[in-house]
């Protein structure tokens, strides 16, 4: 099992592929699997995907996991595996992470590109989060997986596709779940971001926002706050898709990242 200790934790990473690195940020509880359907697109890259601390088979340390914190895990991860130049995609969490490790300005850094994410914990995501939070309290992991399914799927996939609101569908999603105490530190960390859009104005790589239409949870008016605080982005709204735009719109999805980064690799 390829694996690494950095940062004061231990990481899982699968490496595949060959041409420029193109790095994967997972969603706040997913592993490396959920970039699945997106792999037969990415051939032509050396694809470098890694479960962040507490997810998949990463380790699960102790405290609050921060958007900070998970930047400084991906830092050394790419510096212990000698990855001098790349392109980063990062899916919801994922993509806050990305925003603050792109503030950085690393030097390997040629493109970014934000999927289905937020610059800015307001209001509103507090009370969503934080409605996970309880639930995952009150009704542990599958309890949290009931309350957040509306929130996740656009509505035009979850009526095609019933099914995902299924006691079937929730036990396999209960199996790939991050353990309890995970999923706690994994809420607590996000739940400490403030507003990263003073800092995106330094962001000088060529960045791509992708939002999703019927995205609930980050709906597409926070992926034009980033694009406006990033000089020279470009921001796209997938038609017809909620937060899972990897599963919900992989063929679309597919052909705006070959666009993009065809361009720069």
């Known amino acids: 099992m390829p694996e690494v200790t950095v940062n004061g934790t231990k990481l899982y990473y699968e490496l595949e592929g060959s041409g420029p690195v193109l790095v994967l940020a997972n969603g706040i509880f997913q592993r490396v699997e959920a970039w699945e359907p997106l ?14 601390r507490g997810q998949g088979r990463s380790a699960v340390p102790e ?3 921060t958007p900070e914190l998970h930047a400084g895990d991906l830092e050394a991860l790419l510096a212990a595996l000698g990855l001098e130049r790349y392109h980063l995609l990062g899916l919801s969490n994922g993509g806050v992470v990305a925003q603050v490790f792109a503030a950085r300005r690393p030097e390997g850094l040629q493109s970014l590109t934000l999927l289905c994410t937020t610059p800015r914990l307001d209001p509103l995501i507090r009370a969503k989060v934080e409605g996970w939070r309880l639930a995952l309290e009150w009704g542990g992991t599958r309890g949290r997986l009931r309350v957040a399914l509306p929130w996740i799927w656009g509505r035009a996939y979850l009526e095609a596709h019933p099914e995902l609101d299924s006691p079937p569908s929730l036990e396999q999603m209960f199996a790939a779940a991050p353990t309890e105490e995970a999923q706690r530190n994994l809420i607590a960390g996000f739940l ?22 019927e995205d609930l949870l980050f709906p597409p008016r926070y992926g034009q706050e980033i ?29 705006l990242l070959h666009e993009f980064l065809e361009v720069r690799a």
Do not use: C, N
């Open 39 to 52: 792999m037969p697109h990415l051939e032509g890259y050396r694809v470098l995907r890694y479960d962040m």
């Open 63 to 65: 405290g609050a996991y």
């Open 192 to 213: 400490t971001l403030g507003d990263l859009r003073p800092g995106l104005a330094g962001v000088k790589v060529p960045t791509l926002v992708v939002s999703g239409e």
């Open 227 to 255: 694009a406006e605080a990033i000089p020279g982005a470009r921001h796209h709204v997938l038609s017809a898709v909620g937060h899972v735009a990897v599963l919900e719109d992989t063929p679309g999805l597919a052909r």
